[in-house]
């Protein structure tokens, strides 16, 4: 009798095999990405009913073919694909979120989860766990990638608030930094110049007493609209100082 493969290996662990067929949408900004993940996921037996290249495209997408499975980049034109979850969620409530990024930070996993997202796995890890992430998205479960589940979990929420003497303009600036936003995406949205967001930017550090933007850190958003920070990150994608 010969030894079962990895791929039969695995659905005799998880019940995979139920699974073949299930539809899949691809959201990545790259289309080698996409090609690559795409022979991946139809050599595990899912079909790949559409693919995106940016969120407005991704949102359209998911209305329309309402599929099992959105595999998700997290940086992508068109706006924050972090922001965009609960978005998608309403467009298509049965449609499971599996997050495959190349963002290995904790506060990023933990928003993605928190927003509604049903696994979140890093694109180094991409041929050995996405199978399995959408498989457990399937079935209800949630997948972190194990290395980042552990910093998760070595790195505690840090408690809300914000100081008093931010104004309503740095609280925006902050939120939307916090979502993904980049200085020139945060003035196009508030219909500013960027040096006007580098210099609402550098008041906000002053006043938070944190020097670089990497000392900013979202982890959630209080009932004011306001933003938690800490920590030694930043959600989004503009890493600059």
């Known amino acids: 009798m010969s030894e079962p493969s990895a791929r039969e290996s695995l659905a005799a662990r998880t019940g995979a095999l139920e699974f073949d067929g ?3 949408v691809l959201a990545d900004d790259h289309p080698v990405v996409r090609r690559g993940l795409r022979l991946v996921l139809e050599e595990a037996g899912f079909e790949i009913v559409a693919e995106a290249g940016d969120v407005g495209a991704t949102l359209r997408k998911v209305r329309g073919y309402k599929p099992n499975v959105l595999v998700l980049d997290l940086n992508m034109p068109g706006g924050s694909s972090l ?3 609960p978005r998608l969620r309403e467009a298509s409530p049965s ?3 599996v997050v495959l990024t190349m963002d290995a930070e904790p506060a990023y ?3 993605a989860l ?4 049903s696994a979140y796995v890093l694109k180094e890890a991409a041929d050995t766990e996405l199978e399995r992430a959408v498989h457990g998205a399937l079935s209800g479960h949630r997948y ?3 290395r980042l589940g552990a910093r998760v979990a070595a790195e505690p929420e840090i408690p809300s608030g914000l100081p008093d003497e931010l104004s309503d303009r740095e609280r925006e600036v902050l939120h939307l930094l916090a979502l993904g936003y980049t200085n020139s995406q945060i003035a196009h949205e508030l219909f ?3 040096r006007t967001i580098e210099a609402h930017r550098s008041h906000i550090q002053h006043k938070t007493g944190r020097i670089s933007r990497a000392d900013l850190l979202t982890d959630s958003q209080d009932g004011d609209g306001g933003v938690m920070l800490g920590g030694d990150g930043i959600v989004g994608n ?3 100082t």
């Not at 928190?114 to 997202?117: I, L, T």
């Open 144 to 146: 972190l990638n194990p």
């Open 192 to 194: 500013l110049s960027v």
């Open 238 to 240: 503009d890493r600059t």
């Open 22 to 24: 299930a539809t899949i």
């Open 95 to 97: 449609t499971a979120i």
């Open 109 to 111: 996993a933990r928003e």
């Open 114 to 117: 928190r927003s509604g997202a």
């Open 83 to 85: 922001e965009a979850i």
